[in-house]
């Protein structure tokens, strides 16, 4: 189990500490999950490594891994809730995630749209040759 103490926030990957509704409230309104079921949302979180923010016993922040646990992870929904931006709670998030040797000798991957900067301070590179995506195929692709 990881705890970080940063200023007066916590960093946990406990997810019995995971407020989902503050979860899919945020993905309800992401450019990223807002077409995304909330089903899928919380088996996705049952699925995965997870790890939240909290300003006491309130979740402000959330980031999820997807992982085969040897070669790779897939960093995703990530945010920080606005009324707790620029406070150094996303960087402390992300180093917190790569700062873990459970992922130290993985290939890592995300997606994103407007946060380049960021995760290039933790040894992300932008990469638009390599990589492929294939959207969602199924009858309703939200469900």
Known sequence: MIEVQFNEYSISNDKSKLDTQVILDFLATSYWANKRAPERTLKAIAA???YGVYHGD??????????DGATMFYLC???ILKEYQGHGL???LIETIVGNEDYEWMLG???????HGLYE???FEHDPNRFMK????GRAAGS
């Open 48 to 50: 995965c490594d997870c």
């Open 58 to 67: 309130n979740q402000v922040g959330f980031a999820r891994i997807i992982t």
């Open 77 to 79: 929904d990530v945010f």
């Open 90 to 92: 996303g960087k402390k």
């Open 109 to 115: 991957l995300l997606g994103t749209l407007d946060a």
């Open 121 to 123: 301070q933790y040894g």
């Open 134 to 137: 294939r959207l969602p195929q």
